[in-house]
């Protein structure tokens, strides 16, 4: 039976072949100076069964989906084969494709690292398989140390093969392999033997085209013994297995020994060769034999075969492992938290880790000025459990990854929180990605910097004396697009000396450069993007309430993204099918648009004036802020209650990806505008002295909408007919924007804004009670409408009018809704902007009684039963009931919600709820994997088998992380951190936190900001909510130069408040009574 526990900074499950299958992966983070490596691993087999560079395009080991990894590992991932003196058969540890009841098998996984224990006590052998990646170091690489442990009384003769069946040349990629891999053998080659450190790579390109190009990039395998004595290894795998060709036993190798092999011929060429370590040794009691294998990539051989000596030594091995391990420590001790529990504690760092992994870790790179913000180390969420996501880190140092805007919005929320030193990057980068019509693009990828063309002289002067040579190539380099790990790896792959260091010629470059937002269109425009933009906004003004008007006003320099992508009239798109309507062709990619204006479609392009020939357009905060609303109200459904999916995609839930073709809308994104236009009215108010400048197209949308919105007001049109005209000035808007805009902009006051979103707001709240009525006391979250009254369209010649995809188009006179059943999503967006705790208190026991609380698990799903539902509302009815995004626990949705409750200062209830709905706090036994690690979803009682009710599925990089971060925030720092009372900053430390989660010695601490470690001394272990609730009576603050100030109460005010903000405070101890 499996065990699992937590020791030593490590997750350990006992017997972990036996366990539940699951899979996860290492970080792939190589640090600032190191080149990243992709790597996954299952409990199975060995661990490890797939990795690589970039993307699965560049697989070592070949990558395959979760549930083909978990049959084929124990032939295709690493093996050891141990043949001991005396014995008949060869042993091979780990080994899970037969039962081995001798066998105690033991995982460890760390934050940035795996270890897989096997005592056979039969065999008197112990073995101990270690991997990371490899960090700070010129080439990418997994490190694997295999120790042969004796823990027998009697010396052991053994023979020892180790490695892996397949090695993937470099060039071949992950899909071709998989359908023409026959084909493919024809292209191998393993280069290098002569040095023994096989290099393996195809010779030519294989894409079949006029172009071909040789391919000199490729994988090496080194392998070297505990004392540093190299081993060339075995790579025709049928000097291993013989005629075997299912690879789950060496047949050559338990015949001959190691010495015969070695002189056996090999011939690695037209076959998927492998890569096998042989040693033979004596061990005696308590020794080891150790073999340790770096398997890598490298653009030229020849870096590898220079200082093979140097790396063919434990010192480097145990250093690297070091290095990885202190990498993961120093990035996670931005959220070092101590509390009563060891696992929330480390489950934060995780969770930290596994958020930035996804949205990227903001570093500051000097540019001689503030400083440019890039998130590094981050990539899309793609691993063996979300095979659908293509996964991509750049292999270069200061290595970005890809992502969608969606998830890397959502995963920098706490940013700010956790580094000032953000400060407006997210705000700014994710609004200019909002284009005129409220959409933006699918695919945001890492920025890009270039040096613009003024200073092209400043920088061959800085060229001129930094660099010895290559100053040609660097100039060209600079002035086209670049990242900063390009500029460094070119140093690197080119041997150039310097004469001032990488880091001060880089922030020379960069001082000269201006940064880049990188994105493409992708596929689609989701109904929900955009809701997480004000998130970032509410995060930076929680931290710098003193610059709300800056924010707002200050920065002119904000664009608007303008993709080839066209959402088309009603008239395009409204068709018959089964003589019932439906929304389909919604979306085109605009030929036009793009020759006219001399475009590529994923390029990154902006919204430019003079009809897109011109500058590109800029302006100010609160108007894209203006824009995005202004969209948004103008897309709501003909009963004003749920913003329209009306471009062909969904909104979060992207498996109802059946609702756009049902006149879909939703709930969720009516709540976020009403938060936005609240926002906007506010500001409006506090800053009303103030006009802003619009494009005309804009400002002609606004007037006409706010008449349209006065006139249903005063009861003169009906809400299909107000729907129908504010729909037709919306796509009259387009019509007029969609290659660019004119440039003449209308100044408006911030006092005619706030009369129009004042309308606004009323229209949204009528839409939101009519929305509560219809689901009964809880909002829905979707709603479908169907068209009761339409007429066909023809064309001049009485022939229906046919849509692109040949389907008769109509024109819809009347609309019939009908709500989807309950789901959580809409109820979790409501609770953040309700303002009474009463009525959160009504809301939570209402959910609660529904079927929204699943009662097996004591969590929350999705949904209801949709039993009831068709299939036409998208792949989400097809599931299983609890599983996937149907009736299961989707954790970031349930982590939402959780958070709402504690928003809303239900804190009894919050805390209730987190014993059985928090990761750390299951059982892991039945979640079936690590409990510092999130699960995209966790099977409920609805699911027809009850062996997986419970159990979480698809690893760790989700928007969970995302909503523990804030939850975690709020607990240990309160909801609103810095105001502004009497024109001065105040910072008020509010916790929310039962007394369970103080140590024993009444103690919690945390790192604020990133920087100031906090600790709470609270000797009654009382809660700090409620009756009787622990109060902070004083406060001492310990600054960076050893002042001391105290304080008394829980307030700090000034200058203290500031210094805090700045980093200026090493620590400060709250006491509580």
């Known amino acids: 039976m499996s065990k699992y526990y937590y020791e030593n900074n490590s997750f350990v499950i006992e017997q972990f072949d036996q366990a539940k299958p699951f899979s996860s992966f290492l970080p792939g983070m190589a640090g600032l100076k190191g080149i990243p490596m992709w790597t996954f691993y299952v409990n199975r087999g060995q661990g490890v069964c797939s990795f690589g560079i970039r993307d699965k395009n560049s697989a070592i080991m070949e990558f395959s989906p979760a549930s083909i990894t978990y049959k084929n590992v124990a032939a295709n991932g690493f093996r050891t084969f141990i043949k001991i003196q005396g014995q008949d058969s060869v042993y091979e540890p780990f080994q899970s494709a037969r039962p081995n009841t001798q066998a105690s098998r033991v995982m460890k996984i760390s934050p940035n690292g795996l270890t897989i224990e096997e005592t056979h006590a039969a065999n008197g052998l112990k073995t101990v398989v270690n991997y990371f990646n490899l960090p700070n170091d010129d080439y990418a690489a997994l490190v694997r140390q295999v120790e042969i442990i004796n ?61 071909v190009s040789q391919v000199t990039s490729g994988h090496f395998y080194l392998s070297f013994t505990g004392d540093g004595e190299r081993i060339a290894p075995i790579v025709d795998f049928e000097v291993v297995f013989g005629g075997n060709t299912s690879l789950m036993y060496p047949d050559n190798f338990a015949t001959a020994s190691l010495a015969e092999i070695a002189q056996q011929p090999q011939y690695p060429v037209n076959k998927v060769p492998c890569g096998f370590s042989g040693v033979a040794k ?36 145990t250093r690297k492992r070091e290095e990885a391990n202190s990498l993961v420590e120093d990035l996670t001790s931005d959220i070092a938290t101590h509390t009563s529990s060891e696992l929330f504690d480390a489950y934060a760092k995780q969770s930290y880790m596994d958020n930035f992994l996804r949205g990227g870790y903001p570093f500051i790179f000097d540019n001689e000025g503030e400083g440019f913000v890039v998130h590094l180390y981050s990539r899309k969420h793609g691993d063996l459990e979300r095979d659908y996501n293509f996964f991509s880190l750049a292999p270069e140092y200061y290595s970005q990854g890809n992502g969608n805007f969606r998830d890397m919005n959502q995963n920098r929320r706490n940013d700010v929180f956790f580094n000032p030193k953000v400060g407006t990057f997210n705000i700014k980068m994710f609004f200019s990605l909002m284009q005129a019509d409220g959409y933006n693009p699918l695919s945001v990828q890492g920025c890009s910097f270039n040096v613009e063309s003024e200073n092209a002289s400043k920088l061959d002067e800085l060229l001129s004396s930094a660099v010895v040579d290559h100053h040609e190539e660097l100039m060209v380099l600079c002035s086209g697009k670049f990242t900063p790990g390009k500029i460094i790896n070119f140093l690197a792959d080119h041997g150039i000396q310097l004469h001032v260091s990488e880091e001060r010629l880089l922030s020379g470059i960069l001082a000269l450069s201006q940064q880049n937002i990188e994105a493409g269109f992708g596929e689609g425009f989701w109904s929900d993007h955009w809701t997480y933009n004000m998130d970032l906004v509410d995060g930076y003004l929680d931290i710098f309430p003193d610059k709300k008007e800056e924010l707002l006003f200050a920065d002119e320099t904000y664009a608007f993204y303008d993709s080839a992508a066209y959402v088309q009239p009603r008239s395009k798109k409204y068709v018959v099918l089964h003589d019932e309507v439906r929304q389909y062709d919604a979306l085109i990619e605009d030929e036009e648009k793009l020759e006219h204006l001399g475009r590529r479609m994923n390029d990154t392009n902006w919204l430019q004036t003079e009809g897109g020939k011109g500058k590109i357009y800029q302006t100010n905060l609160f108007s894209k802020i203006v824009s995005l609303a202004l969209n948004k109200f103008a897309t709501l459904d003909p009963y004003g209650m749920g913003v329209e999916m009306e471009a062909n995609k969904p909104g979060w839930n992207d498996a109802m990806n059946g609702l756009p073709g049902l006149f879909g809308s939703g709930m969720s994104e009516t709540f976020e505008l009403k938060r936005m236009v609240t926002f906007l009215l506010e500001s409006a108010k506090e800053f009303g002295e103030r006009s802003i400048r619009l494009p005309e197209e804009m400002a002609d949308l606004f007037h006409a909408v706010h008449r349209a919105v006065v006139i249903y007001q005063e009861n003169q049109l009906d809400s299909f007919t107000y729907w129908d005209i504010v729909a037709s000035v919306r796509e009259a808007y387009r019509v007029r924007v969609r290659y660019g805009i004119t440039g003449v902009e209308h100044e408006v006051s911030l006092n005619v804004i706030e009369k129009g979103f004042s309308a606004f707001l009323v229209k949204l709240d009528e839409g939101i009670a009519k929305a509560i009525e219809l689901g009964d006391g809880i909002t829905p979250t979707y709603f479908r409408f169907e068209a009761t009254e339409f007429e066909r369209i023809v064309d001049e010649n009485g022939q229906p009018d046919l849509s692109s995809s040949g389907l008769p188009r109509a024109r819809v006179q009347h609309f019939q809704v009908s709500a989807l059943p309950h789901f ?3 109820p979790t967006r409501w609770m953040k902007t309700v303002t009474d705790s009463q009525q959160a208190k009504a809301l939570y026991d209402l959910i609660k009684k529904t079927e929204l609380y699943d009662k097996t698990t004591q969590m929350y799903q999705t949904s209801v039963s949709l039993d009831s539902e068709g299939h036409e ?15 299961s626990n989707f954790l970031h949705m349930t982590y939402k919600y959780l958070l709402g409750l504690l928003k809303a200062g239900l804190y009894e209830q919050y805390f209730g ?3 059985t709905s928090l990761v750390p706090f299951l059982d892991p036994a039945v979640y079936g994997r690590s409990t510092l690690e999130n699960s995209s979803f966790i099977a409920t009682g609805g699911n027809p088998d009850p062996e997986v009710h419970g159990r979480g599925f698809v690893a760790r990089l989700s928007g969970s992380t995302a909503e523990f971060l804030s939850m975690w925030r709020m607990m240990m720092a309160g909801s609103k951190v810095f105001t502004m009372s009497d024109g001065e900053l105040t910072l008020t430390l509010a916790p929310a936190l039962p007394g369970w989660l103080f140590d024993e010695s009444g103690k919690v601490s945390f790192i604020f900001l990133g920087n100031t470690q906090v600790t709470y001394y609270n000797a009654r272990r009382a809660d700090t909510f409620g009756t009787n609730a622990a109060k902070i009576s004083r406060m001492k603050l310990l600054k960076n130069d050893g002042t001391v100030v105290e304080f008394d109460g829980s307030i700090i005010q000034g200058v203290e408040a500031v210094a805090v903000r700045n980093g200026e405070v090493a620590t400060i101890e709250i006491f509580m009574d």
């Open 282 to 317: 004596s061990i005696a009691p308590g020794e080891s034999l150790t073999v340790n294998t770096i398997i890598g990539h490298v653009n030229d051989i020849e870096r590898i075969n220079a200082k093979a000596d140097r790396l063919c030594t434990a010192e480097y091995i």
């Open 913 to 915: 709820e987190l014993k």
């Open 824 to 826: 959580l999503e809409g």
């Open 873 to 887: 509302i998208g792949r989400m009815r097809a599931f299983t009931p609890g599983w996937l995004e149907r009736e």
């Open 151 to 211: 823990i027998s009384n009697e010396p052991i003769q053994l023979e020892l093969l180790d490695g892996m069946s397949e090695i993937l040349p470099y060039g071949v990629e992950n899909g071709g392999f998989k359908e023409i891999g026959n084909l493919l053998r024809s292209w191998m080659e393993v280069y290098n033997l002569e040095n023994g450190i096989p290099f393996y790579h195809v010779r030519s390109s294989t894409a079949d085209e006029a172009q």
